[in-house]
């Protein structure tokens, strides 16, 4: 968990096949609680992706800081900001079970030397070789999945899911890392408008009781 911070933030994306430069953020300074749920609502092009994707590392700014638990994370890249972001469009790998779609980031995550990736390896695709390391991951990808009732789809792939169903795995893969930032951006908008407001419900739940700092932009007033 973390403070989040801006300081005199600038966006100014180079111009293009001869239109001017569009300066899209001018001095942004803001300070978000950690803890705190800070909902960005504004119209379509108005920069809320912008900023977010400036929070998570795939933009630099033109000027300007970016803080993260009171450490500056302007130059650094997005997989040492301590921050997981949840797409509109899920992001999710298409051959992947749900299961390790979940414990993607966890896997990931930290260096690995030949003979653990060998152990890890084993612990995968065997039955009977069980690392620690497997065993904390399919304890956490456990926990996750009862938190956002996917216990059951765990094997599936995600042809194999609904909308909503993705979009739970998306925010499983997420919280699974327990970050301290979580960011979303329009999370709920390839949804119907039942299961919108059902996962609405549930992000604030959740956040609630994960206590993490987030960041969630939208254009919907609701
Ligand atoms: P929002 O999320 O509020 O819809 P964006 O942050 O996506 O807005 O975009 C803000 C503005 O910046 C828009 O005018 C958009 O066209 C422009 N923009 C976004 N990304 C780029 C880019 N990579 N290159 C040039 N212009 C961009």
């Known amino acids: 968990m973390a403070e989040v911070e801006f300081q005199n933030l600038r966006k100014q994306y180079p111009p293009r096949r001869g239109a001017a430069a569009v300066e899209v953020l001018r001095g942004i300074d803001l300070q978000i609680k950690d803890g705190e749920f800070l909902v960005l609502v504004g119209p379509s092009g108005c920069g809320k992706s912008t900023l977010l994707r400036l929070l ?6 033109s000027a300007g800081e970016v803080l993260v638990g009171g450490r500056t994370v ?3 890249p997005p997989s040492r900001r301590d921050v997981a972001m949840v797409f509109q469009s899920y992001a999710l790998y298409p051959h992947l079970s749900v299961a390790q779609n979940i ?8 260096h690995r030397g030949w003979q653990q990736q060998l152990r890890d390896w084993l612990a995968r695709n065997t039955a009977f070789v069980h690392s620690p ?9 456990q926990h996750v999945a009862e938190m ?9 792939l995600p042809k194999e899911l609904s909308g909503g169903q993705k979009q ?10 327990e970050p301290a930032v979580f960011l979303m ?3 709920l908008s390839n949804l119907d408008a039942k299961l919108r407001g059902d996962t609405r419900r549930q992000i604030v739940d959740l956040q609630r009781s994960l206590g993490v700092t987030t960041v969630y932009v ?4 609701v």
């Open 56 to 61: 998570a590392g795939l933009e630099t700014p």
């Open 74 to 76: 302007t130059n650094l």
């Open 103 to 110: 414990a993607f980031g966890l896997r990931r995550s930290g």
């Open 133 to 141: 390391r497997e065993q904390a991951i399919t304890k956490q990808v």
């Open 148 to 156: 956002l009732n996917l216990g059951p789809l765990l094997d599936r």
């Open 168 to 177: 739970r795995v998306a925010l499983g893969r997420a919280i699974a890392r």
């Open 185 to 187: 951006d329009e999370p």
């Open 218 to 221: 939208t254009h919907d007033q």
